[in-house]
């Protein structure tokens, strides 16, 4: 399990598989790259696959000085530079979603196929953000175990979360989530919670890319709505809905999420 120094840090990824195209995997705040390890098991056998761990997050260094989301943008394109050197298929739930459309804008050579999970082209939801502004200041005290109760419900849906049969699953990620360092989480945080609107950027420009939107009816962080108004920014992007599903539905309801993939990168 290598890993490469970008921007002055190291940074962890894994890689899977051949084939002349490469999928880079993008995950969420406060997940790691597990949260695809469906995805990358059924797209090995066709595809290179790469998925990487954020700044502070699963094995990558820690958050050692304040960043914005432009630096995870960076991370992402001197990734992709360094290890592939040619356009792949991006792949960003959440977080992973605010890079892709960002590297879309600002790097569009890097992205041949673009697919967002559970994110949004907006800036932060003026009510959320006033919950997630408080959850931080929290955390500065706490850190964030205490407040798993709050941040759980948050990131899955009801139906993962009170499925018996996948009792494990969630105490897995409830206790990577619990062990994480405060100051990262307050860090990245900060960064991604004050990102900018890139809506009307993307009207603008058209389409660059073929793109898949994937969403979770569930999603209560960048619910359905905000998909929408992505689909209708980007000329030709083709929206997926995952019934019974929350903010993480790679997790959540791999199969689904892996049909989706798949059936669009074949088309």
């Known amino acids: 399990m290598p890993n490469i120094d970008i921007n002055g840090r190291s940074i962890h990824y894994v890689e899977h ?20 390890d ?53 792949v960003g739930m959440s977080t992973g979603g605010f890079v892709g459309l960002r590297l879309l804008l600002r790097h569009p050579e890097l992205i041949d196929h673009l697919i967002l999970i559970d994110t949004s082209a907006q800036a932060e939801d003026p ?12 955390v500065r005290f706490l850190g964030i175990r205490p ?48 990102r900018d609107d890139v809506l009307d950027d993307l009207a603008e420009r058209g389409n660059p890319a073929p793109t898949l939107i994937v969403v979770g009816e569930d999603d ?11 689909q209708d920014a980007i000329a030709n992007a083709k929206l997926v809905r995952i019934p019974a599903s929350g903010h993480s539905s790679p997790v959540e309801s ?6 989706a993939i798949t059936e669009f990168l074949a088309s």
């Not at 598989?17 to 695809?36: A, D, E």
């Not at 619990?178 to 989480?185: E, F, N, Q, S």
């Open 17 to 36: 598989g051949t084939g002349p195209k490469t999928i880079v995997f993008s995950h969420g705040y406060l997940m790691r790259h597990q949260m695809f």
């Open 38 to 90: 469906a995805q990358i098991a059924a797209l090995s056998d066709q595809y290179r696959v790469i998925a990487f761990d954020h700044r502070g997050h699963g094995k990558s260094d820690p958050c050692n000085d304040a960043f914005g989301i432009y630096d995870l943008v960076d991370d992402a394109a001197a990734l992709i530079d360094a290890l592939v050197g040619s356009p792949v298929h991006f």
């Open 127 to 138: 009510v959320k953000l006033k919950r997630f502004n408080l959850l931080l200041f929290l």
């Open 147 to 194: 407040l798993l109760g709050q941040v759980i419900p948050l990131m899955f849906g009801e139906a993962f979360r009170k499925d018996p049969a996948r009792r494990t699953e969630n105490a897995d990620w409830a206790h990577y989530i619990g062990g994480l360092d405060k100051t990262c989480v307050r860090r990245f945080g900060r960064a991604i919670f004050d």
């Open 220 to 230: 209560v962080v960048t619910p359905p709505q905000r998909s929408e108004a992505m």
């Open 254 to 259: 791999p199969d689904a999420v892996t049909q």
